[in-house]
């Protein structure tokens, strides 16, 4: 049976490791120590490395890891993440035979140009484009990208498990209420949240459901949202125009 356990990793990271019995995969290694401790005490071999896209926080283990294993790296190809070994692109799909399991990849731009996400049936996997009520920064590409690619993302089954890599949901709450004050779903993952971390847990993965239901980037048409941007001064109020007022607030919250 397939496990999905988190690695906390550098400040704030998450590098992800499927296992099966004896097989693993990891997921955005930003550095190899605490995998390379895992999969010693655990018995497992790895098979591949998955890699969302090039931030030195996702890909500076891989190196050290394929010096002990020399698996090969899925990911998008770019002269600034030279460890891939085979490049992913959209519509491709990835069967990882040790693990059972098969990702459909789709392109996710506007964190990073030559982001992706890999999706397997109730599994996503989608670095730094998704977070726990949040969304990431627009370092490369517009918006309008990060927007759809957000979309994308929130069209996934309801019950699909989000495993993004930064514990940042304790940190995004605040401003999901600042957006919607009289939402009791925020309210709820509030106290939620922390409760999984003052018993030490993280409050990752959690459901497209929930995301849905808190995250102020997938609810840009919500009357209460909209006013509350309004009331900041928002005079455009299509779709997209809420969505770059909130990541504009975001950064100034």
């Given at each position: 049976?397939?496990?999905?356990?988190?690695?906390?990793?550098?400040e704030d990271n998450y590098i992800w490791?499927?296992?099966?019995?004896?097989?693993?995969?990891?997921?955005?290694?930003g550095e190899a120590a605490p995998v390379l401790d895992f999969l010693d005490k655990n018995g497992l071999q790895p098979d591949a490395i998955l890699c969302t896209h090039r931030h030195h926080?996702?890909?500076?283990?891989?190196?050290?890891?394929?010096?002990?294993?020399n698996v090969p790296v899925y990911g998008?190809?770019?002269?600034?993440?030279?460890?891939?070994?085979?490049?992913?692109?959209?519509?491709?799909?990835?069967?990882?035979?040790?693990?059972?399991?098969?990702?459909?990849?789709?392109?996710?731009?506007?964190?990073?140009?030559?982001?992706?996400?890999?999706?397997?049936?109730?599994?996503?996997?989608?670095?730094?484009?998704?977070?726990?009520?949040?969304?990431?920064?627009?370092?490369?590409?517009?918006?309008?990208?990060?927007?759809?690619?957000?979309?994308?993302?929130?069209?996934?089954?309801?019950?699909?498990?989000?495993?993004?890599?930064?514990e940042y949901t304790a940190y995004n709450l605040p401003f999901a209420h600042a957006c919607e004050p009289g939402n009791p779903d925020i309210l709820r993952r509030i106290a939620e949240t922390r409760r999984l971390l003052a018993e030490n847990r993280p409050t990752v993965p959690f459901t497209i459901a929930l995301e849905k239901a808190t995250n102020p980037y997938l609810r840009c048409t919500k009357p209460e949202l909209v006013g509350t941007l309004q009331a900041h001064g928002l005079?455009?109020?299509?779709?997209?125009?809420?969505?770059?007022?909130?990541?504009d607030w975001r950064s100034r919250f």
């Amino acid at each position: 049976m397939l496990k999905i356990t988190a690695i906390p990793a550098l400040e704030d990271n998450y590098i992800w490791l499927l296992q099966g019995e004896r097989h693993a995969a990891i997921v955005d290694p930003g550095e190899a120590a605490p995998v390379l401790d895992f999969l010693d005490k655990n018995g497992l071999q790895p098979d591949a490395i998955l890699c969302t896209h090039r931030h030195h926080d996702h890909v500076d283990g891989i190196e050290e890891l394929r010096e002990v294993y020399n698996v090969p790296v899925y990911g998008r190809s770019h002269p600034k993440n030279p460890h891939i070994t085979h490049d992913l692109r959209e519509g491709d799909r990835l069967r990882l035979d040790g693990l059972d399991i098969e990702f459909d990849i789709i392109e996710t731009p506007g964190h990073l140009d030559g982001h992706i996400a890999f999706i397997a049936p109730g599994i996503l996997f989608c670095g730094d484009v998704m977070f726990g009520a949040g969304c990431g920064r627009n370092f490369e590409g517009t918006l309008a990208q990060l927007h759809h690619s957000l979309q994308r993302l929130a069209a996934l089954p309801d019950d699909t498990q989000v495993y993004c890599a930064h514990e940042y949901t304790a940190y995004n709450l605040p401003f999901a209420h600042a957006c919607e004050p009289g939402n009791p779903d925020i309210l709820r993952r509030i106290a939620e949240t922390r409760r999984l971390l003052a018993e030490n847990r993280p409050t990752v993965p959690f459901t497209i459901a929930l995301e849905k239901a808190t995250n102020p980037y997938l609810r840009c048409t919500k009357p209460e949202l909209v006013g509350t941007l309004q009331a900041h001064g928002l005079a455009d109020t299509s779709e997209l125009a809420v969505f770059a007022a909130l990541r504009d607030w975001r950064s100034r919250f």
